[in-house]
């Protein structure tokens, strides 16, 4: 699976839109890009996954860049809840392989 | 739709006994996976089951192993537990094998070791 590389911690206001971004220049055509968060010691929770067009669901959206090299995950109105740890995982068989995330901190 | 469950939530042994974890899939979901997250660090493979047999395994010595039972559950036992086995072992199951098929994961089970 490529390699993902995430900022490692980022701060929002609650209410304001959460940008997180995700750096996976060595993906390949057939590997998506999965989104998951864990809020502290629950299991990790699937939020929205693509291939090349963005998405979006009722938890966020997915901006995928046309080269595919980058991605952007948008919580649109922040809450105090979605305080937690986000993976960027790329997948190409049928593992997911967790780095470190980013820790988003979602300030009142 | 019920989600992936695990049992117990939390378990506490001591060091040397055996411990036995428990994963019931989502309803409808063959292969199941357990992960281990120690305190404060970062999700590990553990294994990978699917049809009953095990597919893949991680960096882990063979004292920890596993099944999976024909109706897709799966154990996950520790045998001569150590300290740094106290942490939380998630499990997680997907409908069909595939990278665009979605892999979901329980709440976890704790496990101390003292």
């Known amino acids: 699976d490529a390699k993902t590389t995430q900022p490692p911690s980022m701060d929002c206001a609650e209410g304001r839109a959460a940008n997180l971004p995700c750096n996976h220049s060595t993906i390949s055509g057939n590997e998506y890009v999965y989104w998951y968060r864990q809020i502290h010691s629950q299991g990790p929770q699937y939020i929205i996954h693509?291939?090349?067009n963005n998405e979006t669901n009722e938890m966020a959206s997915l901006i995928i860049t046309e080269d595919r090299k980058s991605s952007t995950l948008i919580l649109p109105h922040a809450t105090l809840r979605d305080t937690a740890v986000y993976y960027c995982?790329?997948?190409?068989?049928?593992?997911?392989?967790f780095g470190g995330g980013t820790r988003l901190m979602v300030k009142p | 739709e019920a989600g992936v469950t695990q049992s117990p939530t939390h378990l506490i042994k001591t060091r040397g006994q055996q411990a036995t974890l428990r994963c019931s899939p989502i309803s409808g979901h063959t292969s199941v996976y357990w992960y281990q997250q120690a305190l404060g660090l970062g999700l590990q493979f553990l294994l990978w089951?699917?049809?009953?047999?095990?597919?893949n395994r991680g960096n882990f010595p063979p004292r920890f192993s596993g099944r999976q039972f024909p109706n897709y559950s799966s154990e996950l036992n520790v045998n001569a537990l150590e300290l740094e086995d106290s942490a939380l072992y998630l499990c997680a199951s997907i409908r069909e094998l595939g990278t665009g098929n979605t892999i979901y994961f329980g709440e976890g089970s704790w496990l101390t070791v003292v």
């Open positions: 089951y699917d049809e009953g047999e095990e597919r």
């Open positions: 693509g291939l090349k």
């Open positions: 995982i790329v997948r190409a068989g049928n593992m997911l392989t």
